[in-house]
């Protein structure tokens, strides 16, 4: 799956559930990156095995949203030719419907049709390049969620035009999350926090006798400088980041942008998270906080360039007092 915000994953979300009892951590590799299972529970085999059983679920639904399996759902719609439908699994067709709500939303910022567009603008290595006239006007073409119809009663998808190079990376680990979450609700483990790869983070119920679980976020490029502290519950953070040097496309523009430095959303699930932290890297600061005033269920933290080379934090929706600490 393709990388959040076309860049290598970076743990900003640091947490130390050290002193918390009862407390049990289950890794796994999956989607090119680390998934743990944080849990409350007395019964430490019990909560092993629903750790496990979520994984398992896990791994199920990379093998629908991969663009690499060539068996996967998202293999099938970029070799999928104009005009014919095709039945897709649940997975799948839900993450293309909080893909197309969140590209709605955010005016273009967030679109998983990006594909041609990403590799036009950088070359094997993924170093950046500038593409001929002819590759961009092709890339642009075959870009945009509106050359996507979802057809709700029969769970299908056909395309305007082809081909179109769908990649649900940007929001594929974040609805990883919030699956393993319900399958650990059905095995009643209730208390667990679960992220992949520190960059999509959802907590259920808080560790008994805390408010929360205990997240903090910090600075990409200074880990000791802490820019909010969470008490997360019922609640799921995700960031996106760039390394420096390097661009983000705006598929809105179908150029590369400055964008922000890092930026991070906290939203009532992981999916909908990880799809805009994704477009608040695209989004101007002004475009953020106009979406975190209509929408009141949803902050923003968002790291911006300065024109003298610096940075400054820049923080939207209802942060609660005491939280942001930068």
Known sequence: MNEKANQPETPFVNSDWASVADVHRFAHQAMATTFEIVVQHTDKLYAQQAAHAAFDELDRIEGEL??????????????????????????????????QRIHKQSGGAFDVTVGYLLDCWR????????????????????????????DEKRFTIELFISPVRV?????????????????LGEWDVDRALIHGGFSSVLAMAPPEGLPGWPVTLSDPSDRSRTLARLQLRDRAVSGSGVEQGTHIID??????????????SLTPDAATGDALSTAFMIMTPEEVAKYCAAHCDVRALL?????DGAQRVFSAGAWRDGELVY
């Open 123 to 150: 070359d094997e290595d993924k170093k950046p390049r500038v593409p001929s006239d002819d590759e961009l006007k092709f890339a642009r073409a075959h870009t945009g969620m509106n050359l996507l119809r979802l």
């Open 303 to 307: 790291i911006v360039p300065t024109d």
């Open 66 to 99: 991969s663009r690499y399996a060539e068996t996967s759902d998202v293999a099938r719609i970029n070799h999928l030719g104009a005009g014919e439908p095709l039945q897709l699994g649940l997975d799948t067709f839900e993450c293309l419907k909080v893909s």
């Open 251 to 264: 598929p809105r523009i179908g150029r590369p942008v400055e964008g922000k430095i890092a930026a991070w």
């Open 167 to 183: 990649d649900l990376g940007g929001v594929g680990k974040g609805y990883g999350v919030d699956q393993m979450a319900e399958l």
